[in-house]
């Protein structure tokens, strides 16, 4: 819940924030772990409360700005697009026939939502009837079609994990269909990066200003390796089992060292 409390500048009151009973704006920091799914006012609340204690100059961990730039997948992918990482070409339109006018450019696409993680939602279209039947059911759901060209690859992907500017573990993940998430059956394995994938994942990152983050690259077989997700609320309970990495320790050792004085 939010409430006026103590001074701001000119005299004004500070807003307060309570979460099952604790004060939020007399924590040291904050570490933004989920934000539940809700109505589009309960959304707005919720990373507004984020906003109002970050703007309070308490630490909020990822920050709201770098929140809204992840649970968005248009915006993350313009701005990794601008700042010079490869992403797979994408159509975002309200239309159905817009829809269908880019599957007929693109050929073999991948339809997500705009919001949502871990596979859910996303589904691949690889004919024109498919495609009509897809984004004629979509239209009754979603009205934006998120429509991204297919990419050539061997199965596999990889899942970089990103905090405070550096690589803490990569793990490989791999799957017998399309979807290599964890969540939807896929298999992982640690891995080691080549020094250009760790700064793909590092650049990515940094675009969307996170402090800590999950990007996953893929590695086409034309030998790109394409951006195509960076979460900024990432989980990491399969990272860890293939890596033995403690990345909650790691999370938490760089936010205590936001908070101490250099």
Known sequence: GGRG???GEGGGSRPGFTSRGVELARCDAVLTRIIPAGSLEQIIFRVDALHALEEQGIPVINSPRTIERTVDKLWTTAILEQAGLAV????????????????RTLGDVIVKPLFGSMGLGMVRVTTEEMAFRVFRTLETIRGVYYVQRAIEH???????????????SAIERSA?????????????????????????ALRAARAVGADYAGV????????????????GI???????????????????????GRLTPP
């Open 5 to 7: 409390e103590g001074e």
């Open 88 to 103: 797979p070409e994408t159509v975002v339109c309200e239309s159905p026939d817009d829809a269908m006018a880019a599957f």
């Open 154 to 168: 061997d199965g596999c992907d990889l899942r970089v994990f990103v905090v405070g500017g550096r690589v803490v």
């Open 216 to 231: 996953d690259l893929l590695p086409a077989r034309d030998g790109t390796h394409y951006v195509v997700e960076v979460n």
């Open 176 to 200: 017998a269909g399309w979807k290599t998430n964890l969540a939807r059956g896929g298999r992982a394995r640690g891995t080691t990066l080549s020094a250009a994938q760790a700064e793909l």
């Open 234 to 256: 990432p989980g990491w309970r399969g990272l860890q089992e293939a890596t033995s990495i403690d990345v909650a320790a790691t999370i938490v050792e760089h936010l205590l």
